[in-house]
């Protein structure tokens, strides 16, 4: 059974730090490309930032590039999204995607919520 496990998110202030992770399970992590998308409150889910397989490219939204660092510890099947200089409009459920050809898997999603 296919499991992606989002973990860190919660309340910061504007201007503040979070990690989040994402444990896969049930999968040859090394095979999948990562991704983590967002969904604030009435809008569409985005992408924010994706790393590939080997190599480990990444790329990510021009709306965090420079805030956000996506990377991935395939030894430890975690894809990780370190978020810097938060901004409220952060606030989003986040959540992590794993696909590989066909494959493609959603964990549940983490709150992340940006206030003063």
């Known amino acids: 059974q296919v499991q992606l496990v989002e973990s860190g998110g919660g309340l910061v202030q504007p201007g503040g730090s979070l990690r989040l992770s994402c444990a896969a399970s049930?999968?040859?992590?090394?095979?999948?490309?990562m991704t983590w998308y967002r969904q604030a409150p009435g809008k569409e889910r985005e992408l924010v930032a994706t790393?590939?397989?080997?190599?480990?490219?990444?790329d990510s939204a021009d709306s965090v590039k420079g805030r956000f660092t996506i990377s991935r510890d395939n030894d430890k099947n975690t894809v990780y999204l370190q978020m810097n200089s938060l901004k409220p409009e952060d606030t989003a459920v986040y959540y992590c995607?794993?696909?590989?050809?066909?494959?493609?898997?959603w964990g549940k999603g983490t709150l992340v919520t940006v206030s003063s």
């Open positions: 995607n794993a696909r590989y050809g066909f494959h493609n898997y």
């Open positions: 049930g999968i040859t992590f090394s095979r999948y490309a």
């Open positions: 790393i590939t397989t080997v190599g480990g490219s990444t």
